[in-house]
């Protein structure tokens, strides 16, 4: 059965760092600005259908970190149920500072409040350069 995507977009006017499950996804996804007709930039992440990630995906149960270039960092528990949202299902997913909002194949928005990533959170980012 063919998996999904994640469409990542970055809502804030700073580039960011995603770090999914561990892994850095993306280290400057653009971030917003009038010289870009205000368009979100976005990067895309494969779904999985297992109930937790073995690697970059987003799977039912995901940790998200984003990481602002001034030194903002959140944390966002993303979890996708597969009975609500098939795995095969493209997602977006806005990320913003503190918050998030999860879009479904119908329209239905899903809000995430984020809260302060651990160190051990943050530790492929300082890892990667």
Do not use: H, K, W
């Amino acid at each position: 059965m063919p998996q999904g995507t994640v469409y990542v977009f970055n809502a804030t006017p700073e580039n960011v760092a995603l770090i999914l499950n561990n892994y850095l996804v993306v280290g400057g996804l653009a971030g917003v600005s009038q010289s870009t007709g205000y368009q979100a930039q976005s990067v895309q992440v494969q779904r999985s259908a297992s109930p937790d990630p073995g690697g970059p995906e987003f799977a039912q149960r995901n940790s998200l970190i984003v990481a602002t270039q001034s030194g903002q960092a959140y944390s966002f528990e993303v979890d996708i149920d597969p009975l609500q949202v098939q795995p095969a299902a493209d997602l977006q997913l806005y990320v913003t500072f503190g918050s998030a909002l999860l879009i479904t194949p119908t329209g239905a928005g899903i809000a995430i409040q984020g809260g302060q990533p651990s160190a051990e959170q943050m530790a492929p980012l300082e890892s990667s350069g």
